[in-house]
């Protein structure tokens, strides 16, 4: 996002909307993206060509005028060795004072007001050494004719600060949180997040190993509202949903304002009839003295987000597993902070049986689960908490079809998690607690789905995916993958994608065998493939043994939206 050479080659254009936030202020999306930016400076290319390598200090001309001329905007430019640019504003999140030169060391500031110490090339703060990150803004090239360079901000920046609250002293209990299960959290007893309370997620992949009694449905019938924050299956539970809709159909939904919405459809059909759509970053009451607002996830803003719960001025924020929450910039010294304790066990490397051996996929997910936890530990220190609760972690294949992933997964261990927390954070409080009643599921684990095949040669037009060297081979198996159904070839080297017969050997290679009723339920619909990457529902093997992210993301996050034609020929 900072780096003006990534910009470049990927030459996005903006999206200007006519939405106005004042009379000098116009609203800005880039491309498929939720997130609304304002235009803060422009910067010719003539001033481009004028920035040393490191810290350059400017002030930017704004299309905000007074008697005197266009007002100035203070920024930090820092300019690579690669020559790509980092930039953010002249001001200190501490006090807002200016920063300055430092005489020690050439890419260090030092703010005016009170000797804050800001390192420019990677951002962080290093005195006082608490973690902190400088918001960086987002840089975008004019056009490809136009070698001038917008700089944009997030209209978002820190809208927990509207209209703020005093904080009030609280009864023992009153702010009330429960974890019911996985990432479902109920807090005060009337507001309801991420319902995961029975039954499987992605496909059939997932199961908990606690779920709770479905009396416990009768007691969540009477909520204020529930709130969706991702259209994942363990966010997003049908059957627990369904369960709800049976017993109040009444209850308030609301939905992140993603430029995508999967869920209305979906809620409807289930019953419920009162749904909501909420923009990012605007209060929510829920009741007289509760609010909630949305905060985009950076890295994925059409999948993921954050929430800032408020109760008489007591702030709550449930990250669960969102990357980049409001690009990391979070209200500090918050009460509560929820979290996710470990990353999710996906198809990497679990699904790479046919890749790596047990000792590898163990030793990958350890390393995928300490990058993770120090993404908990940055976190804690974006916020400094008072009490850090850990979610999730009670997922498990339990299917009878998936022994073969049982025997390697990797179980998360929450004791030595936050036996390292509390070694880095001794004042903080650690609330870890679930209701631990094991009941046994009624839900038949061998049910599978029964859709008519369709075309792979119109899915993969429809799907769009090209100018990547990869032949995808694509194998459609019965539900333990020992019977091979049909498969597919695909190239997707040039502007459509072909078809051939086999792979030659000196191409890159990817070969995916998913279960039928995964596949089926995914292609048919234009699902995005979380089922199939999230769950445990394929054998995967790529050659050479490299992860192709530009793949995974585009079919994970950036499907088209409407359905494929299959009446096309």
């Given at each position: ?25 116009v ?72 920063f ?13 007001y ?76 009337n ?57 109040n ?161 990797p ?95 000196n ?45 995974w993301?585009?079919f994970?996050y ?11 020929l």
């Amino acid at each position: 996002m900072s780096f003006v050479d990534q910009m470049t080659r990927t030459k996005k254009k903006i999206i200007r909307k006519k939405e106005r936030m004042n009379d000098n202020d116009v609203v800005y999306y880039l491309p498929q993206c939720p997130i609304p930016y304002k235009l803060l400076c422009r910067l010719s290319s003539s001033e481009l060509k004028t920035f040393k390598f490191g810290v350059n200090l400017i002030s930017g001309k704004t299309n905000f005028k007074n008697e005197f001329g266009p007002l100035l905007l203070p920024l930090i430019v820092y300019k690579h060795a690669d020559h790509s640019l980092t930039i953010c504003r002249n001001k200190c999140r501490h006090a807002g004072g200016n920063f300055i030169r430092d005489i020690e060391d050439l890419d260090i500031v030092r703010c005016s007001y009170h000797g804050w110490r800001l390192n420019c090339r990677t951002m962080e703060y290093i005195q006082p050494k608490n973690g902190l990150k400088q918001k960086e803004l987002t840089v975008q090239k004019q056009s490809d004719d136009d070698d001038s360079l917008l700089i944009l901000e997030e209209v978002l920046f820190s809208p927990w600060t509207d209209d703020p609250q005093t904080k009030e002293d609280l009864e023992p209990n009153e702010l009330n949180i429960q974890l019911l299960n996985s990432s479902s959290i109920l807090i005060r007893k009337n507001f309801l997040i991420d319902p995961y309370l029975i039954g499987p997620s992605f496909g059939r992949s997932y199961w908990l190993i606690d779920e709770v009694p479905m009396n416990v449905f009768d007691q969540l019938k009477t909520v204020n509202a529930i709130l969706l924050t991702k259209y994942f299956s363990n966010h997003f539970n049908l059957p627990t949903l369904r369960e709800l809709a049976k017993r109040n159909s009444q209850i308030p939904i609301y939905i992140p304002a993603y430029s995508f919405d999967r869920f209305s459809n979906q809620l409807k059909s289930l019953g419920f009839e009162n749904i909501e759509i909420i923009p990012f970053g605007i209060w929510k009451s829920i009741d007289s003295r509760s609010r909630f607002l949305i905060l985009p996830d950076h890295q994925h803003p059409n999948v993921d987000c954050s929430v800032v719960y408020e109760y008489k001025g007591h702030l709550v924020c449930y990250l669960s597993d969102c990357q980049n929450p409001n690009g990391t910039y979070l209200p500090y010294t918050i009460d509560v902070l929820i979290t996710k304790y470990a990353t999710h066990r996906s198809s990497y490397p679990l699904c790479f049986l046919e890749q790596f051996d047990s000792n590898e996929i163990m030793q990958i997910q350890k390393k995928k689960d300490e990058d993770f936890l120090q993404k908990v530990i940055k976190f804690i220190q974006f916020t400094n908490p008072s009490v850090w609760m850990p979610i999730g972690g009670n997922l498990f294949p339990l299917h009878p079809n998936d022994e073969r992933f049982a025997d390697v997964f990797p179980k998360a261990n929450l004791t030595s998690v936050i036996e390292t927390i509390e070694k880095r954070y001794p004042k903080l409080k650690i609330s870890s607690s679930n209701m631990n009643e094991n009941v046994h599921s009624d839900i038949n684990l061998t049910q599978s789905i029964d859709i008519e095949p369709f075309n792979f040669e119109i899915y993969f037009q429809w799907a769009k995916f090209a100018n990547y060297d990869l032949i995808l081979h694509i194998i459609e198996t019965n539900e333990d993958f020992s019977i091979n159904l049909r498969e597919c070839y695909v190239d997707f080297l040039d502007a459509n994608p072909t078809y051939p017969e086999s792979c030659p050997s000196n191409r890159n290679y990817l070969r995916l065998k998913i279960r039928t009723s995964v596949l089926q339920q995914t292609f048919h619909h234009g699902l995005p493939w979380i089922d199939i990457y999230y769950g445990l529902n394929g054998l995967f093997y790529a050659q050479p043994n490299i992860y192709h992210e530009k793949f995974w993301d585009y079919f994970k996050y950036q499907l088209p939206f409407e359905t494929p034609n299959w009446n096309e020929l």
